[in-house]
């Protein structure tokens, strides 16, 4: 069993790390040197070992649970604000992820940002400050706390997306990732108030028992969950709020691959499935949860299949995936939810928490798998840019050839990605698609075209970049990238650590096991919705669920392969064929110049912020200026009596002598 103290060092390290590059050893070491990198690498590797450390003790331990005593923080009156974390199912299984990949990130690091020398301490500084504010978040055992974390993690993917601050498009691509973000993080801080009002506490476990035992409900409890979800779709760029994460691709490669795939655009995930048993009884917010993850999955898939930038392809491919882990949370949430209201179910609080929690299993098992398929395909990406100084599709080509470690890596990837059997995507994939067919069947089949068409985009981005001819990579002065090479070993290992993962991830719960870690024991013992976990029991017409989803990613495959290796059918053609449809989606739906255009220059925004200012300034400023200025007028009018003259005190005394003993003479009978 992990000592808890070790569990407190797995967040703590990296903050260490940060501090040591950034304040103590910046004065004394040049920037250029990987010092730097290494003490980066040498404290998450430490913190992925007590991770793997601790998933294994909550694995063992009684309730899958390791006991972490709070620290008190503020403490005024009755009020008392502690720092607590919990090391559970859900935090033991993002610790590992969060950890893992970014290890993998760093490593990977080492080469692709070797070049850049002025930015190279910053960077590994930065990372640093990242890791240790996503790992403080999954491990926050009450939501103010939570809220601290999400906004750090926001303050970081702001640094990193901007760390080419010398570039307008990076520049605006951070500034633009923090303004639509925090339109989600006023919704998450809303929803916190409206339960801190309704409940006087922040402990989410605490908040759980309310829930559940109906001292927080209706209304209340429908607004303070759709609240969460608000700071989860901007996080995770749902729609919406989907805007920003192709334009923070303008950040260095291995950022996209930590951040914008794996760990904080997840975030969003995870404040669901650890809020869950909020949403559970609240069927409204739950069902919102489920639309809003399935209809992003095949909106954002559409916009891949145009995309001609590799890392805008894998930036939609997140916004879809996460999509489709949002399915996956509302689908059993939302039959759990009927269960209850139908009360088909019913049973003590304590063990309807833990089915709650447990509704958690499919989409987080998804969050599980994909980090590492997404992770080492924006890696692959990365590795292709490295050799060929540009990341459009349109100018590779035949890559196979020269770059062998990092083509096989991302056909792994991808096939995972497409869902193939017995790769790790299949499994999660799958799962999520049984549970919408057994709950929300007409989200069921948007996930099921959104099947084809990831397997499409996917192997599309692969014929592109991997096969045909090689077209000459970026035309850059002083640079030749006609001759491409595989990138270096720092590179390629990481690719290959995660390949692996991204193969055999997914066995983890092909008997099950993921989905009783997360509580389905407990679930099927109680006779709740574990048929939901058990994707061989569905079938479509006779025809099982799996066989099906699995025909469909193979058609998406042969459809690529027939427009973009084989050209039977062009791709001009397509575009004929499908017309506005076509275009459309190759301008994004119109929604930057719908957000840019039409709501902020023609003063919808401006209008609203202008009215903010002016009561700020004639409002709040002028209750504040106003009474300092009667303050110092009314100074200035009591200092002309204080003349300094004694004899004029002494009259003045003698006057109201004098008064007082009128008064006394005719009022004191």
């Not at 808890?4 to 967040?11: D, E, P, S």
């Not at 709070?70 to 199912?89: A, C, E, L, P």
């Not at 840019?385 to 990341?391: C, I, K, L, M, W």
């Not at 303050?631 to 003349?643: D, F, L, Y």
Request: glycine residues 10%.
């Amino acid at each position: 069993m992990i000592p808890y103290q070790l569990v407190w060092l797995i967040m703590l390290l990296p903050l260490f790390a940060f501090i040591i590059n950034g304040l103590l050893i910046r004065p004394f070491v040049n920037r250029k040197s990987k010092l730097y990198g290494y003490i980066t690498i040498a404290s998450i590797a430490t913190s992925a070992v007590f991770s793997v450390w601790a998933l294994i003790s909550v694995m063992s331990a009684e309730n899958h649970t390791i006991a972490v005593p709070d620290v008190n923080w503020i403490v005024i009156g009755s009020f008392n604000f502690h720092v607590g974390i919990i090391m559970d199912q859900l935090s033991a299984v993002m610790v590992v992820v969060v950890s893992i990949v970014s290890l993998m990130v760093q490593i990977y690091s080492l080469g692709y940002m070797a070049h850049d020398e002025a930015g190279y301490y910053r960077y590994y500084t930065f990372m640093s400050l990242f890791t240790f504010s996503m790992l403080g978040l999954v491990l926050a055992d009450n939501l103010l706390f939570t809220f601290v974390f999400w906004e750090m993690v926001g303050l970081c993917s702001y640094l990193l997306i901007g760390f080419w601050f010398h570039k307008p498009s990076a520049a605006n691509a951070a500034k633009k990732a923090f303004i639509v973000t925090r339109i989600g993080d006023f919704g998450f801080l809303a929803g916190i108030l409206i339960l801190y009002f309704n409940a006087q506490t922040f402990d989410i476990q605490a908040l759980h028992n309310m829930a559940v035992s109906g001292l927080i409900g209706g209304t209340a409890l429908m607004w303070a969950a759709i609240g969460l979800f608000g700071g989860a779709i901007g996080k995770s760029a749902q729609f919406p709020l989907h805007v920003w994460l192709p334009d923070a691709m303008e950040g260095p490669t291995p950022v996209s691959a930590l951040i914008h795939s794996a760990t904080m655009v997840c975030a969003g995930v995870f404040l669901v499935a650890r809020t869950m048993p909020l949403f559970v009884f609240s069927p409204e917010a739950i069902r919102v949860v489920a639309v809003i993850g399935g209809f992003t999955a095949i909106f954002a898939a559409t916009m891949g299949l145009v995309a001609n930038d590799i890392k805008r392809v894998l930036a939609y491919s997140t916004i879809s995936q996460i999509g489709y882990m949002m399915l996956g949370l509302g689908a059993v949430g939302t039959a759990l939810a009927a269960q209850i209201q139908s009360r088909t179910l019913i049973l003590p609080n304590e063990e309807m928490i833990i089915i709650a929690k447990a509704a958690v299993a499919v989409g987080m098992f998804h969050l599980f798998t994909h980090a590492f398929f997404k992770a080492l395909l924006f890696m692959g990406a990365g590795s292709v840019n490295h050799a060929t100084g540009t990341f459009d599709m349109r100018q590779m080509g035949g890559l196979r050839k020269t770059m062998p470690w990092t083509y096989a890596t991302f056909l792994i990837g991808s096939l995972s990605l497409a869902g193939i059997w017995p790769l790790a995507g299949f499994w999660s994939k799958d799962e999520i698609l049984a549970s919408a067919f057994t709950s929300q069947p007409a989200l069921f089949w948007l996930a099921l075209i959104t099947v084809f068409l990831t397997a499409f985009y996917m192997f599309r981005a692969i014929f592109m970049t991997f096969h045909g001819d090689y077209q000459g990579g970026a035309k850059e002065e002083g640079h030749d990238y006609t001759h491409t090479h595989e990138s270096p070993w720092v590179m390629v290992a990481p690719l290959v650590f995660l390949a692996l993962l991204a193969i055999g991830a997914g066995w983890w719960n092909v008997s099950g096991g993921f989905s009783s870690f997360m509580g389905h024991e407990a679930e099927a013992a109680n006779g709740g919705i574990a048929a939901l976990f058990t994707v061989f029991t569905h079938t479509v017409n006779g025809v099982p669920l799996p066989l099906i989803s699995l025909l469909v990613a193979l058609l998406g495959i042969f459809s690529a392969y027939a427009v973009y290796l084989k050209r039977w059918i062009t791709k001009e053609s397509i575009g004929k064929a499908f017309g506005p449809l076509y275009q459309m989606a190759a301008d994004k739906y119109y929604f930057d110049e719908l957000y840019e255009n039409i709501i902020v220059k023609l003063g919808l925004v401006k209008g609203l912020f202008n009215g903010f200012q002016l009561f700020d300034s004639k409002g709040v400023d002028g209750m504040v200026n106003g009474a300092a200025d009667i303050v110092v007028r009314g100074g200035k009018a009591i200092r002309q009596a204080q003349t300094g003259q004694l004899q004029l005190y002494g009259l003045f005394i003698g006057i109201g002598v004098a008064i007082i003993a009128i008064c006394v003479l005719l009022f004191g009978s």
